[in-house]
């Protein structure tokens, strides 16, 4: 059975939230966005936090700013490279991811995640930074799925370009069921239109969160956004039950939650969410 | 430097589709400034045909979570 864990966030509101959960041997597994210690540093309590999941073989890494579908490559990914190079033996992790999408472009250094339509020059450029990452980490690596996407066609050919950059590597992939939603949502499409085709067989790891609604000059109906700052609707649940017989290969699945977004009134329907997870995925 | 991979043509493509989206917040505004660019061909005509909220929601990202400091956290 797969394990069912936490992405680990560095604010103490996020260990106040789930420290019952940790307490009760209830978190299997965790996730550590270790890029985003890199600049100030990590706390105690969230590095013997990682230590400990490290030791156990239940570590995921997920890295957040390497900007896969970049195509410049300036001392910034250079860094990011030598410093991914050095955290892979720092501790012992089951497997890394990195997100889908270029983020990092001329004066912007840290964007959100675009996405670029697959061509034959996006597709060389994501297999070659791809294959940059596997060759560096001594476990397998996996790719997150976009929320962005900017037309239902963007929509609909992301798992094939995700396929197709991973699998010259023997990659994995990371299905986020939240970014699934907001496809969902904002192209109108149902779970069999967006998901029929996709590669399960790749999934290793999925995510499930929340997110929000926001209105936009143009549309009349609010746009879904992965913003990871609310409860995980019924709808993502959905989503998991519909995928897990589908992924033979999967591993873990963990709940996110950024930790700023957390506030005292929410902390019971954050474990119950949780415990909403690991229910699913003991009976799917 | 690791001897990585490089794409001239779609770097540039990209600075400008975030320089356009980080000043642009219409799809009117958006779209005009797609069209005058010199953005390679096949990417300006995607990001023509692309959803105008979808595109309205690239910019606002852009402009709400885009940092321009140089040393902003990573490899530095």
Known sequence: ?284 | MDKAYIDKTLAASQREMVEIFSKCTTTDEIRHHIEHSAIQPELKSWLLSCNPEMLETAASLVTKWGSTDSADGVGQ
């Not at chain 1, 103490?12 to 597994?29: H, N, R």
């Not at chain 1, 994501?126 to 560096?136: H, K, P």
């Not at chain 1, 939240?178 to 995510?207: G, K, M, T």
């Open chain 1, 1 to 284: 059975m797969p394990h069912v864990g936490l992405s680990l966030m560095p604010e103490t509101q996020f260990l106040q939230a789930s420290m019952p959960l940790f307490e009760a041997g209830d978190v299997g597994a965790v996730e550590w966005s270790f890029d985003t210690g890199w600049k100030n540093g990590v706390s105690e309590w969230l590095t013997s936090l990682i230590g400990t999941y490290s030791e156990a073989g239940r570590l995921t890494g997920h890295g957040v700013h390497f900007s896969l579908l970049s195509a410049d490559w300036t001392q910034r990914q250079q860094g990011w490279l030598e410093k991914f190079k050095e955290e892979v033996t720092r501790h012992q992790y089951l497997h890394h991811t990195e997100h889908f999408g270029f983020m990092t472009a001329g004066d912007f250094h840290r964007s959100a995640p675009l996405p670029v339509p697959l061509l034959e020059s996006t597709l060389k450029l994501g297999r070659e930074r791809f294959a940059q990452l596997a060759a560096v980490a001594p476990c397998p690596m996996g790719l997150e799925n976009l929320a962005l996407a900017l037309s239902v066609d963007d929509a609909l050919e992301q798992h094939d370009f995700l396929e197709k950059i991973v699998s010259p590597s023997n990659g994995f992939l990371l299905l986020d069921l939240h970014n699934i939603y907001c496809q969902l949502c904002n192209f109108n499409l149902s779970p069999a239109e967006l998901l029929d085709n996709y590669p399960f067989h790749l999934v290793r790891e999925i995510h499930v969160s929340g997110g929000s609604w926001e209105p936009t000059a143009s549309s009349k109906e609010p746009i879904r956004r992965d913003t990871h700052d609310e409860d995980v609707p019924a709808e993502v649940f959905s989503l998991l039950d519909y995928v897990l017989p589908r992924c033979p290969n999967l591993e873990v699945v963990f709940l996110e939650r950024l930790g700023n977004t957390l506030h005292e009134h929410q902390f019971v329907s954050f474990r119950k969410d949780f415990h909403t997870l690991k229910s699913i995925v003991a009976n799917g």
